[in-house]
């Protein structure tokens, strides 16, 4: 057994686990967090991605013993505190980006750590960016119209700095090593 | 799936994780990123009986320069790779493989010494630094060595890591006057690589000087095209010339037959990929 | 449209965001594995990893050594008080019905059949008792390919039955074939494959099963789509009576046909929970439950297509064979059973001869996925006539219109002998090669094809039906089907005016609670805020028949409206009374009762509900409620219908298929929510895509699931896809009074035939007539390769 302590969704929580622990079971098991769930063996669906540390990650694929000392939010924590919902919830509501919703909140935390590396991408860079999550029911194309959506909203609230500019462009595959 | 019971231990130096590992033996494993390893720890198809978690030692993460030489960290996740405006300047060749590895959330957390250590053959990350001629620093009982990546990688998954040595870092002699390019096949977005082509070109003018080439996916290693390299060594900075160089490209490699390709459909796309990557590489496209 | 009189715009028809959603999109779900329950134990299966074998030797008392382990049990453990797994289609008199026991006992037949089952304390302990458990297997002879598997001498997979043929199926209507083809100018002959699929909802299967303990029922919890069947087919298997038996099915991630199964871990879970006295749970890993999971399509089609050099239908003939995998699982031989009607299309033709051959093998059971038995019809007869297009050098798009049903030939009985209510395959077809740009896009395809472009535009056409909204209990019964195919619901005025509505369609993404509240709201005239849409649960619904087969909203959407109208009839009684007229004197708009000519006397229908809960004041023998239910029996199949067009760039050097454009334009009637059909559109698209271009279930000559993990199997995900461009006709259904036709598997029927024909319609001209799915890049490849050398002269490289 290990003792860790992590911050989940703003609460504290310290607990001996044993070190196979995986972090998705721990939140779902231990914590009773059953906002994420579990679709796969082998780190390919993003039906369990959270938070860990300001990145997206997929819990299944980290052990509780590393999120020690560590800050995860999840699904559940991602309203505000007077239970307004984050602007993704609200477009993937709006736009109908979820059927049956098994893979709603892995996606919504993957579109919310591309919004952040890039506030206004693309159709295409959407869809480059939500390729480690899985829907079975929609389709994705009103996924990618909500997470667009959420996106310009976002724009919309956030008063754009004069000047500023997103730094997110991905490398291309291709290009000359000469300083530019 | 759930992985089997194991020890665990943080060491928060090299020193002190080399230490451990020299203690457990063959029944220790490193832990890095976890975005390999704890895959097959879930699908059970490894029981180490410790994992040294080396995530925390301060010192193994991110990139500098020395000299002409990039220095990057083993445990430099494949995103700060990517991000890297130092890898993106000198190395401009690992940034562009390295973004094609998995997906974003893996990227955070698998690192460029996992993928190196782990040593899949399709892996995008080996092909890319061995094209860049990388020296690989290790990390044992008695001290560093350093492992050119044409010797790194000895077989299917095996690398010249003993089992108590730990990569420390991967030096990269800078390639700022080289054309690149990284030419990815995929069966879909998910997927791992079919064939992978990591193209080095340095041009003069109307030639080519010097290429350097590595596949993935060619073989029970990550290798070099090397009949390609030298067919276009001093050749036309030209399509067709670069097109019958390309022909060559599968020469000497052994890749495998299996779910996704033959090894003859592999052979066939080495070369279509080859080319294309080279004249993207050479801004001939 | 908006009501003339009371300026209420109709509930039906609007873009309603869904109900569900607040609770999916902040993490307040109520998944099975979510459920805990007081001293909930743990049980994992160990499972064959052999394709065929005889068990000679399993010891399980290993296994109880492990910390944590509270019980182990073999097959024969279990055997006692657990019956054979139910088949409710036994579709010919002399089927072969082999057992099926929930953990085998003496033989295993396929990878994944369950072997033994270990309860601990928690997952993590289950999963490590299974390695202690000790089996020793005498290997028996796989049977993997279906044709090797009829021959003479084939190994079998039920040695008792003597033989792996599970039924033979004919039906030949129309003229005789074989005389109809003696006319014919030209016969085209074809085998095409449909691959065994994957369904892949992407939340994994999971079993809760509670003893009798504070309730004085077993409660059995279960990723499931048909909680109400399951709750009939687990009395028979467990002897728990059914009365003392609830089923819930709580929130479910996706079914596409998986869930609609009654599976063997519903009744391990229940077995273990009677057995131990103490709450279980099961979850599958998703690679188990690419084991456990029933598979989908897996058919060999041997197809012939009669037709006059005018490109007229004269007959078709349709040889399949279908694989059943080694048991026969709730429908598996009904499914391929489920197109038999649907090869003929849309087309008129003079004969057509059908033969099915189930056949057992060993691997794992097939049964429903999206389409069931429909998408392979649709692929089979779309194919054909894009091959008998070329066959006569004729465009693809006039070879379907000089065939298709003419919009004013409705109702029209097809060769296959259904009836056709209603349809416009004119309207929807002109209107898609519009948005496509059909012409433009051939244009194109010529330029590249002329100046011998590495990359080539290939166009592939669909225009589809389909026959769903199951089922005509009578037909059913003609079909030799176990059951009916009615679907109920009933309403409650609560007494402040609330309205509960409980339907037996058991949802799990289709958003059934927001299209019946409009639905409801509608007929009712109450806000559509108030109603509230309850499913799922055997306790609280207890008459269902559940959801698949697009049956949800032209049988239980249908229901609630009828019921909705019985309420609307009881509160007019009581209504009338109220206000002191007669019925008749009574209109009834926007809820609200008036008298005709004084319409400052009026109730709403939430005070009528108000006054049958206090009941002070009712007419003598008026029983004091407005509650009703409804029980709908479909007078007819529903047939929507549409035209997919498909536009794919497919790379002749690497054989990579990228699709440019995608249009499809459906005509599912009346629609409901325009959201939520659009949803069902793009969400069936996606699969029907898939199966085209990227997924198969593949096995090695061993039996083993080669594509065993989500890793091998390539579900697409939003990288791989193209935006949809979808759009509508509408001509309502004329057999229901809602005008609605079925959705939900109408894009994963339509679009997998669009797909390949797009691609073959690319490589024609390089000399390739087809291409199997999935069309990987290697298959074209290598059918480009072959197509040169077979045509030497027109090629080195
Ligand atoms: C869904 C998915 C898709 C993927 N797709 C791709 C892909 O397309 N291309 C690609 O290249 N990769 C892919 N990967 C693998 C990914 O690149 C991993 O991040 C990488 O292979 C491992 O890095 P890690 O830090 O996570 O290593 P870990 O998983 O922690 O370790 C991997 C192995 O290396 C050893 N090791 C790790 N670090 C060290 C060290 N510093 N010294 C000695 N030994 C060490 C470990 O003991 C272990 O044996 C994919 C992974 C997943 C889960
Ligand atoms: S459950 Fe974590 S990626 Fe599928
Ligand atoms: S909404 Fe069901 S898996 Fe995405």
Not at chain 3, 121 to 145: C, G, S, T
Request: glycine share 8%; hydrophobic share 40%.
């Amino acid at each position: 057994m290990t003792r860790i302590s992590v911050k989940v969704d703003g609460t504290a929580y310290e607990d001996e686990v044993e070190p196979r622990l995986l972090l998705v079971h721990y939140l779902r098991d231990r914590l009773g967090l059953t906002g994420t769930p579990v679709g796969c063996d082998t780190t390919n669906c993003g039906a369990c991605m959270v938070d860990l540390d300001g990145k997206s990650v997929k819990s299944c694929s980290v052990l509780a013993v590393q999120a020690d000392g560590g800050e995860v939010t999840t699904i559940q924590g991602l309203a505000s505190a007077d239970g307004e919902w984050h602007p993704l919830q609200r477009a993937f509501h709006e736009q109908h980006a979820l059927q049956c919703g098994f893979c709603t909140p892995g996606m919504i935390m993957a579109a919310r750590d591309l919004l952040r590396e890039n506030p206004d991408p693309t159709p295409e860079e959407v869809r480059e960016g939500l390729e480690g999550n899985l829907c079975r029911c929609t389709g994705y194309m009103n996924i990618v119209r909500a997470v667009l959506a959420a996106a310009a909203e976002e724009r919309r609230h956030q008063a754009p700095e004069p000047g500023a500019v997103a730094e997110h462009a991905e490398p291309s595959t291709a290009g000359s090593g000469a300083p530019v | 799936m759930i992985p089997a019971s194991f020890e665990y231990a943080r060491p928060r130096t090299v020193e002190e994780a080399v230490g451990q590992l020299a203690l457990a033996g063959e029944e220790a494993k490193v832990l890095a990123g976890g975005q390999s390893l704890l895959p097959i720890l879930r699908m059970r198809l490894a029981f180490p009986e410790l994992l040294v978690d080396v995530g925390r030692i301060p010192g193994l993460r991110g990139v500098r320069t020395d000299g002409d030489t990039l220095v990057i960290g083993a445990l430099t996740s494949h995103h700060d790779v990517v991000h890297d405006p130092l890898v993106r300047r000198h190395a401009g060749l690992l940034a562009a493989a390295t973004a094609t590895v998995a997906d974003p959330a893996v990227r955070h957390r698998g690192t460029i010494g996992g993928s190196l250590a782990h040593a899949d053959p399709a892996g995008d990350v080996p092909a890319a630094v061995l094209a860049l001629d990388a020296e690989l620093v290790v990390q044992g009982p008695d001290g560093r060595r350093s492992v050119p990546a044409r010797e790194f990688f000895t077989d299917y998954l095996q690398t010249a890591l003993r089992p108590d040595e730990l990569l420390v870092e991967v030096r990269v002699p800078k390639a700022d006057a080289w054309g690149f390019h990284y030419e990815k096949f995929q069966l879909s977005a998910q997927a791992w690589a079919v064939v992978g082509v990591a193209a080095l070109v340095r041009r003069d003018d109307g030639r080519i000087v010097e290429s350097r080439v590595g596949l993935s996916n060619m073989g029970p290693t990550p290798v070099r095209a090397t009949a390609c390299e030298e067919a276009l060594a001093g050749a036309d900075a030209a399509p067709d010339a670069v097109a019958s160089a390309a022909d060559s490209a599968a020469e000497g490699t052994r890749p495998a037959s299996d779910l996704s390709a033959s090894a003859e459909y592999r052979e066939h796309l080495a070369r279509v990929l080859t080319r294309r990557a080279v004249l993207a590489a050479a801004d001939l496209t | 449209m908006t009501d003339q009189l009371t300026g209420r715009e109709p509930e039906v028809g609007r873009a309603r965001v869904r109900k569900e959603d607040a609770r999916l999109v902040t993490g307040r779900t109520n998944w099975t594995d979510n459920i805990t329950v007081p001293g909930l134990l743990h049980i994992a299966i160990l499972r064959s990893p052999m394709a065929h074998a005889r068990i000679e030797r399993i010891d399980v008392t290993p296994a109880l050594e492990r910390p944590g382990v509270v019980a182990a049990y073999t097959g024969r453990d279990l055997a006692e008080g657990l019956g054979s797994l139910p088949c409710a289609w036994p579709v010919t008199e002399d089927i072969v019905l082999p057992e099926h026991p929930p953990v085998a006992v003496d033989e295993v037949r396929h990878t994944g059949d369950p072997v033994a089952v270990v309860v601990a304390r928690d997952r993590y302990a289950a999963a490590d008792a299974l390695e202690a458990i000790d089996v020793d297997y005498e290997p028996l002879p796989p049977v993997l390919n279906m044709e090797a598997a009829l021959a003479e001498g084939s190994p079998l997979v039920h040695a008792d039955k003597g033989t792996n043929r599970c039924y033979t199926w004919p039906l030949a209507t129309g003229e005789d074939y074989a005389t109809v083809r003696e006319r014919a100018d030209v016969v085209l002959r074809r085998r095409f494959v449909q691959q065994r699929l994957i369904p892949n909802a992407m939340e994994p299967r999971a079993v809760v099963a509670v003893p009798p303990d504070t309730s004085d029922q077993y409660t059995l919890y279960s990723a499931t789509q048909i909680p109400h069947i399951v709750r009939v087919m687990m009395a028979v298997v467990t002897g728990i009576p059914e009365h003392r038996l609830r089923v819930v099915a709580p929130d479910v991630g996706g079914g596409f046909g998986s869930k609609l199964q009654v599976y063997g871990e519903e009744a391990i879970g229940l077995a273990v929970a009677r057995k131990l006295g103490r709450p279980v749970k099961w979850t599958e890993s998703r690679s188990e439950g690419y084991l456990a999971t029933h598979h989908g399509r897996d058919q060999i089609q041997d197809l012939e297509l009669a037709a006059t050099r005018d490109g007229r239908l004269l007959g078709l003939k349709v040889d399949l064979l279908a694989d059943m995998g080694a048991y026969l699982m709730i429908v598996t031989p009904g499914v391929p059973l489920l197109g038999a009607f649907m090869f003929p299309g849309i087309y008129k033709m003079d004969a057509y001869d059908f033969t099915c051959t189930g056949v057992f093998t060993t691997k794992t059971p097939t049964d429903a996925y999206r389409g069931a038995g429909r998408p392979e019809a649709t692929f089979a007869i779309e194919r054909m006539m894009d091959e008998l297009a070329a066959e006569l050098g004729m465009d693809s798009v006039e070879v379907r219109r000089r065939n298709w049903i003419g919009h004013d030939e409705f109702p029209y009985t097809t060769i296959g002998g259904l009836t056709y209510d209603s349809g416009n395959y004119e309207s929807a077809t002109d209107k898609a090669l519009a948005l496509f740009g059909y012409d433009d896009l051939r244009s194109e395809q010529r330029k590249r094809e002329e100046r011998g472009d590495p990359v080539r535009l290939g166009i592939g056409v669909s225009t589809y039906t389909e026959m769903c909204g199951l089922a005509p209990s009578r037909i059913l019964r003609d079909l030799r089907y176990g059951a009916g195919g009615w679907e109920a619901a009933s309403i409650r005025m609560l007494p402040t005016g609330k309205v509960e509505v409980l339907t037996g369609t058991s949802p799990h993404g289709q958003g059934h609670v927001t299209s019946w509240s409009q639905i409801a709201a509608d007929v009712l005239g109450v806000p559509f805020e108030d109603v509230e849409v309850l499913h799922g649960d055997t306790r609280t619904v207890p008459q269902g028949m559940d959801t698949y087969g697009s049956r949800s909203l032209v049988v239980g959407g249908v229901a609630v409206h009828r019921a909705a109208r019985k309420v609307v009839d009881k509160a007019r009684k009581v209504a009338a009374h109220l206000l002191e007229a007669s019925e008749d004197d009574l209109d009834f708009a926007d809820g609200v009762f008036s008298v005709k000519g004084s319409p400052d006397a009026h109730k709403t229908i939430q005070e009528v509900a108000f006054a049958t809960f206090t009941s002070h004041d009712l007419p003598d023998g008026l029983e004091p409620t407005i509650n009703a239910e409804h029980v709908e029996d479909p007078e007819a199949f529903s047939y929507p219908h549409g035209t997919h067009l498909c536009a794919v760039e497919v790379d002749t050097e690497t054989g990579r298929v990228r699709i440019r454009s995608y249009v499809c334009v459906d005509d599912v009637g009346k629609v409901v929510n325009p959201m939520i059909v659009e949803g069902q559109v793009h969400g069936g698209l996606a699969q029907g895509i898939a199966q085209a271009l990227f997924e198969e279930a593949v096995y090695d000559e061993e039996g083993n699931l080669v594509s065993g993990t989500m890793a091998d199997y390539l579900v697409p995900c939003a990288a791989d896809l193209p935006d949809f461009l979808t759009d509508r006709t509408e001509t309502p259904a004329t057999t229901n009074p809602l005008g609605v036709k079925g959705v939900g598997e109408a894009g994963t029927i339509a679009s997998t035939p669009a797909v390949v024909n797009a691609v073959v319609d690319a490589l024609r001209p390089l000399g390739v007539t087809d291409v199997r799915m999935p069309c990987t890049p290697e298959r074209i490849w290598r059918a480009l390769r072959d197509a040169r050398s077979a045509r030497p002269e027109e090629g080195s490289s």
